[in-house]
């Protein structure tokens, strides 16, 4: 199983970006996804999760200006940013919770995209 991510880059305070992410290969069922960011020197953490039925969780201080959303037929994962600042800039990972077969999950990782906020 792979993800792919695309959409980083670089944007100036108070912009957009726009995030996907397609995972592929051996998939029975794709179940949470997530994106996680790590700035440097700093811990990763997790920025937003969605459920398979579509229940999100959020990181408070992106709260009302990150929209995740998903699409089970095609298994992918899209994240919507707004209003961003320069405290948003991070790298950003995909992670997704993927079974295999019907007894088998497990836990995938992109390989991360730069998202820089600076005038």
């Known amino acids: 199983v792979q993800l792919a991510e695309s959409g980083g880059g670089m944007v100036r305070p108070g912009g957009s970006l726009r995030l996907s992410c397609a995972a592929s290969g051996s998939i029975y069922r794709v179940n949470n996804m997530a994106w996680y960011r790590q700035a440097p020197g700093k811990e990763r953490e997790l920025v937003a999760r969605i459920s398979r039925d579509g229940e999100t969780y959020y990181l408070s201080s992106v709260k009302g200006r990150f929209t995740i959303s998903r699409d089970n037929a095609k298994n992918t994962l899209q994240m919507l940013m707004s209003s961003l600042r320069p405290e948003d800039t991070a790298v950003y990972f995909c992670?997704?919770?993927?079974?295999?077969?019907?007894?088998?999950?497990?836990?995938?990782w992109g390989q991360g995209t730069q998202v820089t906020v600076s005038s």
């Open positions: 992670n997704a919770e993927v079974q295999v077969n019907r007894n088998n999950e497990f836990e995938y």
